[in-house]
């Protein structure tokens, strides 16, 4: 061995900052928010978290799908039939008939000619933008967009442009600036889940459109909820059949886990040769996507829980700002109700007082959230009641209160 071995350097280190907050906020005492348990599920809105008998106001379980008896059947025979797991990709051994079924039910719902599942959203995000945009192509995007579309950029090394949120002018000016004649991909969100803010897609589109771009947009948090059929943003904006590709997941409103991509695009199927993301992985679990595709089915003919759901939403904001709360937006927009903390410590108090009262949010912070924001985010589900929203709102009174943030 060389006698001039040099210290290892710990690639560690950069974690260090981190380590220190999060120390920091322990050291106060608080019970950590990020790691919570959920020890029993005893439905779409209710769960013993840290022993406590708690209403899940957290979760991205908008439709309530989860505890749905026909998903649930629809689960447990394909288990049964067709065994834990595929282990393999869907080009070779992973392509079952139910992966053929949810594909089928995701064209119907969408009224699309293609449907392409993937094993998570974060991986529909991550093979559907690397493959399309490469090299010597440009992505324009929100600079608030979910990391899974970031990370579908970096890996696809076209030129990234980011403007700023929800800004039409600003995006604008960066479609000017493209050199003429390069492939432009436009990457929007229906609903931007940090502040549950809805984007103007109709304007985004048509700007995009006169640039020549194709569009992407991610309807994540607005898939079986937002639109009159629960299409998303760009359907209830009238602007779905200018969209080139629809990136949705599993893992809201659909209460499994899995992502897709829908498009009308009339080469989309090489998509499954050429992806990585969905050529180099194994296919979603049998049961997993049986389920998928029964929810998918019933979210087709959920109105009246869409109904219910907005009433939700509504309720929970005004309620919320009638007790003085400072909130993401001012008008509700989707099923997520941002409320603003004053910093981190405060939000972390607020957060386990609700937790103590029975109620789970979920706490965000940066990098997740825009500005450095420090977030108490509440999800609403169609399942939970009209009298559920008014408990949850004596919790936040009571808790902002003792907390000294109203
Ligand atoms: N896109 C957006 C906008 C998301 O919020 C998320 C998940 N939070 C994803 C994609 C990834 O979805 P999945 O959980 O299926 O990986």
Same mark, same amino acid.
């Given at each position: 061995?060389?006698?001039?071995?040099?210290?290892?350097?710990?690639?560690?280190?950069?974690?260090?900052?981190?380590?220190?907050?999060?120390?920091?906020?322990?050291?106060?005492?608080?019970?950590?928010?990020?790691?919570?348990?959920?020890?029993?599920?005893?439905?779409?809105?209710?769960?013993?978290?840290?022993?406590?008998?708690?209403?899940?106001?957290?979760?991205?379980?908008?439709?309530?799908?989860?505890?749905?008896?026909?998903?649930?059947?629809?689960?447990?025979?394909?288990?049964?039939?067709?065994?834990?797991?595929?282990?393999?990709?869907?080009?070779?051994?992973?392509?079952?008939?139910?992966?053929?079924?949810?594909?089928?039910?995701?064209?119907?719902?969408?009224?699309?000619?293609?449907?392409?599942?993937?094993?998570?959203?974060?991986?529909?995000?991550?093979?559907?933008?690397?493959?399309?945009?490469?090299?010597?192509?440009?992505?324009?995007?929100?600079?608030?967009?979910?990391?899974?579309?970031?990370?579908?950029?970096?890996?696809?090394?076209?030129?990234?442009?980011?403007?700023?949120?929800?800004?039409?002018?600003?995006?604008?000016?960066?479609?000017?600036?493209?050199?003429?004649?390069?492939?432009?991909?436009?990457?929007?969100?229906?609903?931007?889940?940090?502040?549950?803010?809805?984007?103007?897609?109709?304007?985004?589109?048509?700007?995009?459109?006169?640039?020549?771009?194709?569009?992407?947009?991610?309807?994540?948090?607005?898939?079986?909820?937002?639109?009159?059929?629960?299409?998303?943003?760009?359907?209830?904006?009238?602007?779905?059949?200018?969209?080139?590709?629809?990136?949705?997941?599993?893992?809201?409103?659909?209460?499994?886990?899995?992502?897709?991509?829908?498009?009308?695009?009339?080469?989309?199927?090489?998509?499954?040769?050429?992806?990585?993301?969905?050529?180099?992985?194994?296919?979603?679990?049998?049961?997993?996507?049986?389920?998928?595709?029964?929810?998918?089915?019933?979210?087709?003919?959920?109105?009246? !829980?869409?109904?219910?759901?907005?009433?939700?939403?509504?309720?929970?904001?005004?309620?919320?700002?009638?007790?003085?709360?400072?909130?993401?937006?001012?008008?509700?927009?989707?099923?997520?109700?941002?409320?603003?903390?004053?910093?981190?410590?405060?939000?972390?108090?607020?957060?386990?007082?609700?937790?103590?009262?029975?109620?789970?949010?979920?706490?965000?912070?940066?990098?997740?959230?825009?500005?450095?924001?420090?977030?108490?985010?509440?999800?609403?589900?169609?399942?939970?009641?009209?009298?559920?929203?008014?408990?949850?709102?004596?919790?936040?009174?009571?808790?902002? !209160?003792?907390?000294?943030?109203?």
């Amino acid at each position: 061995m060389s006698e001039t071995m040099t210290a290892e350097r710990d690639l560690f280190a950069k974690f260090d900052d981190i380590i220190q907050i999060r120390e920091n906020l322990l050291a106060s005492g608080v019970e950590d928010p990020f790691s919570l348990v959920m020890e029993k599920v005893l439905s779409p809105t209710r769960a013993i978290c840290n022993g406590r008998d708690t209403i899940l106001l957290g979760t991205y379980n908008y439709m309530g799908m989860t505890f749905d008896p026909d998903v649930i059947a629809a689960g447990k025979d394909a288990l049964d039939r067709f065994g834990s797991g595929t282990t393999g990709s869907r080009v070779l051994n992973g392509t079952y008939q139910g992966h053929r079924e949810v594909e089928d039910a995701l064209r119907e719902f969408y009224a699309m000619d293609h449907a392409m599942v993937f094993s998570t959203g974060y991986q529909s995000n991550l093979g559907i933008i690397s493959t399309i945009a490469g090299k010597g192509d440009y992505i324009v995007l929100d600079i608030d967009s979910h990391a899974s579309i970031w990370d579908g950029c970096a890996m696809g090394k076209a030129e990234v442009v980011p403007f700023k949120h929800n800004d039409i002018e600003a995006m604008e000016k960066r479609l000017k600036r493209i050199p003429e004649g390069a492939g432009i991909l436009v990457v929007l969100e229906g609903v931007y889940s940090m502040l549950g803010d809805v984007a103007p897609l109709k304007e985004m589109i048509a700007v995009a459109k006169k640039y020549g771009a194709m569009v992407l947009v991610d309807e994540a948090h607005s898939m079986g909820f937002i639109g009159e059929h629960g299409r998303g943003v760009a359907e209830d904006q009238g602007v779905l059949d200018q969209v080139d590709f629809v990136i949705g997941t599993f893992s809201k409103s659909v209460g499994t886990v899995g992502g897709f991509c829908v498009s009308n695009h009339p080469k989309f199927e090489i998509m499954r040769l050429v992806c990585r993301p969905y050529v180099f992985t194994a296919s979603l679990p049998p049961s997993v996507v049986a389920t998928a595709a029964t929810s998918i089915r019933k979210l087709m003919h959920a109105g009246n !829980k869409r109904a219910h759901l907005w009433e939700n939403s509504r309720r929970l904001h005004a309620g919320l700002t009638d007790l003085g709360f400072s909130l993401g937006t001012s008008e509700p927009q989707s099923a997520i109700v941002a409320v603003i903390m004053p910093d981190l410590e405060k939000g972390a108090a607020m957060w386990e007082a609700l937790l103590h009262e029975g109620l789970y949010v979920n706490l965000a912070r940066p990098p997740a959230t825009p500005a450095n924001m420090t977030l108490l985010r509440c999800s609403l589900c169609a399942e939970h009641s009209s009298e559920e929203v008014e408990t949850i709102l004596g919790m936040f009174e009571r808790a902002g !209160k003792a907390v000294g943030i109203i």
